[in-house]
């Protein structure tokens, strides 16, 4: 392989002198350090960063081969393999290196699903394990891999480092994304401890195999907005398809991508991994996602490195490797693992320092690293040791080793700003340092937020609807509390005497009632504070119970008493209709007050109306650029068993309903001068039931449209108020108004009244027909007892003689006789009662004794 960068003459021949001696004998096998490499680079899952870093450890040999100070008299030599990124496939490409001769004194190994089962098992041979691409934090466990060490550094590394930035930018709610593998899982376990101790919540943890689509939809049902995503490059090319397919990107979503993907990692192999989006689709989704990732190049580009090279020096050695091998780098096609290359040249260097320091030790005491073998655990550990100590400045930065083994680095933080990753800063984990630059560019002109920010927004009563229906209710009460004042004023009027004035009065102030229930149903959150909002439910419950019963109460209380009055003369015509009694109507409009008490009062001492809010579904903000939702609230007035305490009421003024409505059928034609109202009475009640039947059930159904309930309410309480108003006192007023009384008055009870002489003249006839009704019962017990006389004196004779003067045998027959006694009363009209006539059955003829004595009687 030809370096890009031209080499001194003396560094060109040492090389060559050294291939020369390898190839030829100058150095036989016993001058030849073999290291066993194991390398991810054909697999279809996983890290396949081998692309890269293989050219780069070949690079590192080559330098490390040409150093004449480095190694004397050795040369080092790397067998490897593709492991894939399968640990089954890395595992036996392990033993091909152990049981394969010669012996390597230390394996390279990368993908950390391989560095696992590889340094898990390595222990046995007593081999020293360095992963130059392994970033799993279960790998910091000295118990399990006790040999262990690594250039990459542990995933954990950038967890403080999302951390630091989660409270920078004010984020205290994440989500995590993560991919079934074992180096993401004890990520995720070691982040999620952090977010704990930085009291961040953790919405949502989703996971997947191979296919992201679901784990990304719960993700959107979850509300996520700040998402950590762990996973390997070409799972992170599904993610960002089907994140783009569900919009969880732009301005309203932050997304953290693991930093050491290829820079061009979301534009390439689209087809050949059967990616179902377009370049320009992964572009829009990729736009703006943070990254973080510990240093892997030096960031002195000018700062000479152990191997005699500066980090550019480097790039541009590996950009030539790569296109010998058929990259086009030119347009920034770069192999998987290429942002890792670096650390792969420095695990190299890392194993030639520790193969030099540990050849000066066992000179030492007389050994030398060609006396190791998989049994002998003294080298090994002079060889870990060396390794342990090692510390240099490496293409990647500082190489040094904590105790568990991990690479020591500081964190870079990146952000994807029109297609190109810039970075934003760094973050020293040890000092708690973060630099930063103040280039991060958010979609939208600001930080996104960490959750879907919920603006309550109280849905009120339109304003305009209010003020008409407060007018349209001042009008009612001002024409309620006018009717009041003419009814007591004209009281002494027979067309208000008659219709009883004072149960009038109830009547007005139940409608005053009602209409002033209609200005607490319009209040809302506009008027009044949330802590009294269950004052002004419990005033609606009470004036809107009271209202009705007081208003239908008295109409209900006279239709009732009209029917009575109507029964009671259908089942007993002789009997008089008697004057109403206006306490009998008082009563019945008491007890329905009574009912209501009985069942309030209990309501509002165990169970009060309280506010309960209503939620709506969430809504966009009238400005695209809100980056928030809308969540509609209601209020309503309920009680914790607001459903039986609603029952209860209903089912009582049902009741009533139903009766009075029954009550008005049964007397809609009834006309009667006690009540003279009492056909408008019956026609009002019917339109309030009807009314009421529309209302309850429909008011039910529209409740969580304010507008369209408080407007149907408050017209169908205006609507009865006034009708009730119209139908019952607008007669009145048109007759008193009208001047014209007894004519008026007659008129409206529609039925031809007499006039005062007509009146004397028809109670003296009714006295008069008392009288002879008196007299007529009189003289039948006279005949009676006549005919108990004739019977008696015809048993004693037991002869018959003739009828008496005065008395006409009708009919004489064997056995019967009919006498017919027509009395006229010369002082009686006959007008007034015509003739009366008694007709008598005896079995016996009248003796003539008995016939004188009847005459002389009559």
């Avoid at 784990?215 to 996973?231: C, S, Y």
């Avoid at 397919?245 to 534009?267: A, C, R």
């Amino acid at each position: 392989m030809q370096p890009s960068v031209p080499w001194t003459l003396w560094t060109l021949l040492i090389a060559l002198s050294r291939m020369l001696v390898t190839v030829g004998g100058g150095y036989t096998d016993s001058n030849v350090l073999h290291i066993g490499g194991i390398f991810p680079i054909g697999g279809q899952a996983g890290w396949q960063g081998g692309q890269a870093c293989m050219p780069a450890a070949r690079l590192a040999l080559e330098d490390v081969n040409a150093r004449k100070d480095l190694l004397p008299g050795y040369v080092l030599k790397l067998h490897s393999n593709d492991s894939e990124c399968e640990p089954g496939l890395g595992a036996s490409v392990m033993y091909n290196l152990l049981y394969n001769e010669p012996t390597k004194l230390m394996l390279l190994a990368g993908c950390s699903t391989v560095c696992t089962t590889v340094a898990e098992a390595a222990k046995m041979w007593n081999l020293v394990v360095l992963c130059y691409g392994a970033s799993s934090p279960a790998l910091s466990d000295r118990n399990r891999f006790p040999t262990l060490f690594r250039t990459h550094p542990s995933a954990t590394v950038h967890n403080p480092t999302r951390i630091k930035l989660m409270k920078k930018f004010g984020w205290s709610r994440v989500a995590i994304l993560q991919q079934a593998e074992e180096v993401f899982i004890s990520t995720v376990e070691d982040l999620e401890a952090r977010c704990s101790e930085a009291a961040i919540e953790i919405v949502t943890r989703q996971s997947f195999l191979s296919d992201p689509s679901d784990a990304v939809r719960n993700l959107r049902r979850q509300d996520a907005r700040v998402i950590v995503g762990l996973f390997y490059v070409v799972a992170a090319r599904r993610v960002l398809c089907e994140l783009y397919k569900q919009n969880l990107y732009g301005k309203s979503y932050t997304w953290f991508f693991i930093g050491w993907y290829e820079d061009n990692w979301f534009e390439v192999n689209l087809d050949k991994e059967n990616i179902d989006c377009t370049v320009e689709q992964m572009r829009a989704a990729a736009e703006g996602h943070l990254t973080t990732e510990a240093l892997m190049w030096n960031q002195d580009e000018d700062e000479k490195t152990i191997s005699g090279m500066t980090s550019l020096d480097f790039r541009k050695k590996l950009n030539d490797a790569l296109r010998e091998e058929g990259y086009d780098i030119d347009k920034n096609r770069y192999p998987e693992g290429y942002q890792e290359a670096p650390l792969a040249y420095d695990a190299v260097w890392s194993v030639a320092l520790a193969f030099n320091k540990t050849m000066d030790r066992l000179t030492q005491i007389g050994k030398s690293l060609k006396d190791f073998n998989y049994n002998n655990k003294d080298v090994a550990d002079n060889i870990y040791s060396a390794i342990n100590s090692t510390q240099f400045l490496g293409v990647s930065g500082i190489v040094a080793f904590s105790s568990q083994g991990d690479r020591i680095a500081l964190t870079q933080i990146e952000q994807v700003i029109n297609g190109s990753y810039v970075v934003l800063g760094y973050y020293d984990t040890q000092a708690d340092n973060l630099t930063w630059r103040n280039k991060e560019v958010w979609i939208g002109g600001k930080v996104p937020q960490d959750r879907t920010i919920i603006k309550r927004a109280l849905r009120k009563v339109s304003l305009l609807l209010f003020i008409c229906m407060c007018t349209i209710s001042t009008v009612g009460i001002v024409i309620a509390t006018a009717l009041i004042i003419f009814n007591i004023w004209n009281k002494h009027r027979r067309v208000i005497q008659s219709s009883h004035p004072v149960c009038n009065t109830i009547m007005l102030f139940g409608i005053i009632v009602c209409l002033a229930s209609v200005f607490l149903m319009g209040l809302d959150g506009r008027f009044v504070f949330p802590e009294r909002f269950p004052s002004v439910c419990q005033s609606r419950a009470w004036l809107l119970t009271l209202g009705f019963t007081l208003s239908f109460g008295a109409m209900f209380s006279k239709v009732w008493r009209v029917h009575r009055l109507s029964t009671r003369a259908k089942t007993d015509p002789k009997v008089k209709m008697k004057k109403v009694q206006p306490w009998k109507l008082y009563s019945m409009v008491s007890g329905l007050l009574v009912i209501d008490l009985f069942i309030m009062i209990p309501w509002q001492v165990i169970d009060p109306l309280q506010r309960r809010v209503e939620l709506f579904p969430l809504e966009d903000p009238l400005e695209e650029s809100d980056d928030s939702k809308i969540r509609p609230e209601l209020e309503h007035c309920e009680s914790h068993h607001n459903n039986v305490w609603l029952s209860v009421i209903f089912a009582y003024k049902g009741l009533v309903l139903l009766f009075g409505l029954f009550l008005a059928y049964e007397t809609r034609s009834l006309k009667i001068k006690q009540i003279n109202d009492s056909q408008y009475v019956a026609l009002t009640i019917y339109n309030v039931v009807i009314m009421c039947l529309i209302t309850v059930p429909v008011t039910m159904v529209i409740s969580s449209q304010q507008d369209a309930s408080f407007a149907f309410v408050s017209v169908a309480i205006t609507f009865c108020c006034f009708l009730c108003m119209a139908l019952i006192f607008l007669p009145k007023v048109i007759a008193v108004l009208s001047k014209a009384s007894d004519k008026a008055e007659s008129k409206y009870n529609h039925e031809e009244r007499p006039s005062k002489e007509d009146e004397e003249k028809y109670q003296k006839l009714l006295s008069d027909n008392e009288d002879l009704q008196r007299l007529i019962a009189q003289k039948e017990e006279k005949i009676k007892k006549l005919r108990d006389r004739i019977q008696e004196r015809e048993r004693e004779a037991g002869v018959t003689s003739a009828n008496p003067p005065g008395v006409a045998a009708l009919t004489q027959g064997k056995d019967t006789l009919i006498v017919a006694d027509f009395i006229t009363d010369a002082g009686t009209s006959d007008s007034a009662c015509g003739g009366c006539v008694s007709l008598y059955t005896r079995s016996s003829r009248c003796s003539q004794s008995d016939a004188e004595f009847s005459d002389s009687y009559l």
